[in-house]
């Protein structure tokens, strides 16, 4: 997989691959040796998801800093889906799930956690570094429904279930995981890095495009060793170090066994112990013969649990068990490590279809999750605790899941509330916190037929969770109700310090959905001069904060805390069977454009100003303001410096919410009926989603 890394100089930023330590490195370093050109065309390609969205991410001179240009990405990735159709390749995007009831990966995933922290550290004070936007995950999902490209989210990580769908097809994979050059894939590996989608040729003489690319050939690797065995190399794997096992005592067989010597290389040491090794495996007929060597030289009191360890993940590079093209064919597929769970059937439905995240398969199968880091500021509290009673909402939900998983280990004493622990950032380091789920009324307590409660108590759950009325989001267009919803949720915790003009330029921001497809081709019928103008000016402000700006730390704190608040919002939403219409996060939140809008609604631009270029942007606008304001803390409309008492304030904020809920229920009629090309453009949208829905 993928890790994280950053110099000061941002030009030479890149991920780096983890998997096989050194390898993918090593072997493109000898790249006329173990490559093979390719003209890709006409044919399947199984895509590791993982590395794909963190490859178009890092490598698109995308804007990291604020938060995410989902939109930005979205397109990245549409362009991407482009070049594959226009070659007549056929893409099957596999994504990982979550970890697996061992949890072997947690010291791997808390090493890049810790990793993630500094590098998040970097961006926040000026320097380079590549940290993906919290919910970029979910806007490539979105993308791969609205393209109709196949994709499933696996159980656990997807690696041996996408060699094992390669070779039941004969394609090759796309990936960065070096693992990849261990798999014996029949038709080999094509690395991310040589993928050159973006320059698709022409065959002469014809109309016919293909993409350039490079094959790895496990066969040349093996032929350039002395023809050495080809089931050594997982051996080689777990020798050399990968995400599934780091034994320190493997330091003791490196010490003494003498490597050959390879050639000299710039990557010094790591490249010197690829080499070493393979050529050392390259004397032993098979494995066993190998392993017994390698045992020889670890003291005889390790040696049965050593050798017990380095055959368990050996075992990790052989073919799986699962047959994905089962889903992509039937629409289904039989995962036996999920049986054995007796996880309720639409649970694993849903995480196969990536319509729940793997951060529910984690809480569900380890009652263990990580929250990731964003830009933020580190003096500050990690922006997820603002999301904390969201998350013992869905923990709640979880339990009494299956009862194969009450034998597991957990933190909770019988006594105890039912606990779960979160892996979170402090200051810049990480820590395990203790989280107790709340306990739930007996309509919710069972997980298997969560999905068969009535719109009405779900939707109820819902919203008694994001601690807003039924009635306030009644004008409000239904793709965004969710996003008010959670908007009128972080404003109500004091841990957000959100200004006014944050508010503001947040729900200017949610107005680019409408006014990106009114601006597409094909809307000619739908556009007038002031949407043309206003979406210009949008596009303006969020260029201008791109170059050199400086980040406001407070303010990407405040918006990171938005941001977890819609991802658990977003979560609850999802595991509740949709109450709310999910909303397209592909064109609903640009940081680039949210950070410009605030830093000019606070200096010498109004709201006023930027909508009367577009009187319709602002009758929505207005809507949102109304439902959202209703939630927010009086102090958030008074002039600066001016104060008021906690009884006022109360007082104030009764009022202005009982005002609005009067002004805007009112106008729901006219939302709906008057003709307004945003709230039919919204209508639109939600349709769409249903029809997707049913489909799936």
Known sequence: ?????????????????????????????????????????????????????????????????????????????????????????????????????????????????????????????????????????????QVLIKLQVCFVQCFSEADRDIMTLANHWNCPVLSSDSDFCIFDLKTGFCPLTSFQWRNVNTIKGTQDCYIPAKCFSIDALCRHFSNMNKELLPLFAVLCGNDHINLPIMDTFLTKVRLPLGATSSKGRRHHRVWGLLNWL???????????????????????????????????????????QDFFQYGSYTCPAALNLDLPEWVLVALAKGQLSPFISDALVLRRTILHTQVENMQQPNAHRISLPIRQIIYGLLLNASSHLENVSWNALPSQPPAFSEVERINKNIKTSIVNAVELPKDYSDLSILPELSLAKRQILLLETLK???????????????????????????????????????????????????????????????????????????????????????????????????????????????????????????????????????????????????????????????????????????PKGKSNSKKKRQKKQGTSRSKNRVGTTSDTKCWYEGGNRFGLLMVENLEEHIELSELE
């Open 282 to 324: 390259s004397h032993f007929a098979n494995p066993t013969e190998a392993l017994d060597n390698v045992l020889k030289y670890l003291p005889k009191k390790d040696r049965e649990n050593v050798k017990e360890i380095l055959c368990c993940s050996m075992e990790e590079y052989q073919q799986s068990q699962v047959k994905l």
């Open 468 to 638: 807003v009325k039924q009635t306030i989001l009644e004008p409000i267009p239904s793709s965004l109700k969710l996003l008010v919803s959670v908007t009128c949720y972080w404003l109500q915790h004091t841990e957000a310090k959100a200004k006014l003009h944050h508010l503001q330029a947040l729900l200017l921001g949610m107005l680019m959905g409408p006014l990106h497809v009114i601006n597409s081709p094909g809307k000619e019928d739908l556009r007038e001069d002031g949407d043309r103008m206003l979406y210009e000016e949008f596009q303006r402000v969020k260029e201008q904060t791109r170059p050199g700006t400086r980040l406001d730390l407070d303010t990407a704190h405040i918006f990171c805390q938005w941001q977890c608040c819609l991802q658990m919002g977003m979560y609850l939403n999802q595991l509740l069977s949709a109450p709310l219409p999910e909303p397209d996060l592909t064109r609903l939140y640009s940081g680039s454009l949210v950070h410009g809008l605030c830093r000019q609604l606070r200096t010498s631009t109004s709201v006023e100003s930027l909508l009367s270029l577009c009187p319709e942007a602002k009758h929505l606008y207005e809507h949102l303001f109304n439902a959202t304001r209703s939630y927010a803390p009086a102090e958030l409309f008074l």
């Open 1 to 141: 997989m993928e890790g994280l890394v950053f110099w000061e100089d941002c030009a030479v930023l890149q991920t780096v691959i983890m998997g096989i330590r050194g390898l993918m490195s090593f072997v493109e370093d000898h790249s006329n040796e173990f490559f093979t050109d390719l003209k890709l065309r006409d044919t399947k390609i199984v895509i590791d998801g993982y590395a794909l969205f963190h490859r178009l991410c890092f490598n698109s001179d995308l804007e990291l800093r604020y938060g995410g240009d989902y939109d930005s990405f979205a397109d990245v990735v549409h362009k991407f889906f482009e070049s594959l159709f226009a070659c007549n390749i056929c893409p099957y995007v596999v994504l990982d799930g979550g970890c697996d009831i061992s949890d072997k990966k947690l010291k791997t995933l808390k090493d890049r956690a810790r990793e993630k922290i500094q590098v998040a550290h970097s961006l926040s004070v000026g320097r380079g570094g590549c940290v993906c936007p919290l919910l970029i995950r979910e806007v490539f999902i």
